[in-house]
């Protein structure tokens, strides 16, 4: 159980372009995700944390413009890098919160971004 | 604010030795949870273990164990008799708990410690 997937699992883009990201919980309801950023050998930087039918909040110096996330159901979210540039290349990690009192957050296997 | 440092960055090890990973954490919640995650080279985290702040007892599951110890703040983790499939990056992790005023239960992540395996 508590098993979350992300699609596509690797992507390679154009700078310009704008690329969807897709967390899906698999057989449990998330009434929060979040949506991670992790540069090569460091730790996971919290980018956003999204709740379903409400807007996301966004982390310090993270662009909300930038960085568009949707959380239309409880057991999907969505992470669009707009206008991505090299910069933007990174793997980018999300989690689902297992509702109750534990709090567990389960991680996705991850996206990984290169912008050329 | 809250904060989680694991010290060790990297350590190597050859098989069967047993090896413990340090996590050293801050924070101001009387009540929080604290958190090992695995992330093999697939880059996947893989949750290991939770703890509650009012359960101190020591866990075992398997060739993992994990001491708590609110007196120093510490949650360490040992592997014994390690395997090539224990190396990985090991994250600590801390988050606020119901109770806490947390909306959200972020998690506070440490650096990770990456874990070598030699056979």
């Known amino acids: 159980g508590a098993v979350v997937s992300q699609h596509p699992s690797r992507v390679i883009c154009k700078s310009g372009t704008s690329v969807k990201i897709e967390c899906r919980s698999l057989?449990?309801?998330?009434?929060?995700m979040f949506w991670y950023r992790q540069f090569p050998k460091q730790s996971l930087m919290l980018m956003a944390t999204?709740?379903?039918?409400?807007?996301?909040?966004?982390e310090q110096g993270v662009e909300k413009d930038k960085f568009l996330i949707n959380h239309a159901s409880l057991t999907l979210s969505t992470l669009t890098v707009t206008s991505a540039h090299p910069e933007d290349s990174s793997f980018y990690i999300c989690?689902?919160?297992?509702?109750?009192?534990?709090?567990?957050?389960?991680f996705g296997p991850g996206t990984r971004l290169l912008v050329l | 604010a809250q904060k989680v440092t694991q010290a060790q960055t990297e350590i190597s090890v050859v098989e069967k030795e047993d090896v413990t990973l340090d996590c050293v954490y801050e924070?101001?919640?009387?009540?929080?949870?604290l958190f090992w995650y695995k992330q093999p080279p697939s880059g996947e985290l893989v949750f290991l273990i939770r703890?509650?702040?009012?359960?101190?007892q020591n866990e075992i599951s398997g060739r993992y164990s994990w001491n708590f110890q609110k007196s120093t703040s510490s949650f360490n983790f040992t592997i014994t008799a390690s395997q090539v499939v224990d190396s990985a990056v090991y994250f600590c992790?801390?988050?606020?708990?119901?109770?806490?005023?947390?909306?959200?239960?972020?998690?506070?992540f440490g650096k990770g410690t990456l874990l070598t395996v030699n056979p």
């Open positions: 057989d449990f309801q998330a009434t929060t």
């Open positions: 999204s709740n379903e039918g409400s807007k996301a909040t966004y």
């Open positions: 989690s689902a919160r297992l509702v109750g009192a534990t709090g567990t957050q389960y």
């Open positions: 703890r509650n702040s009012f359960d101190e």
């Open positions: 924070t101001r919640d009387t009540t929080y949870y």
């Open positions: 992790a801390l988050s606020e708990a119901p109770g806490s005023g947390g909306s959200n239960y972020k998690l506070t």
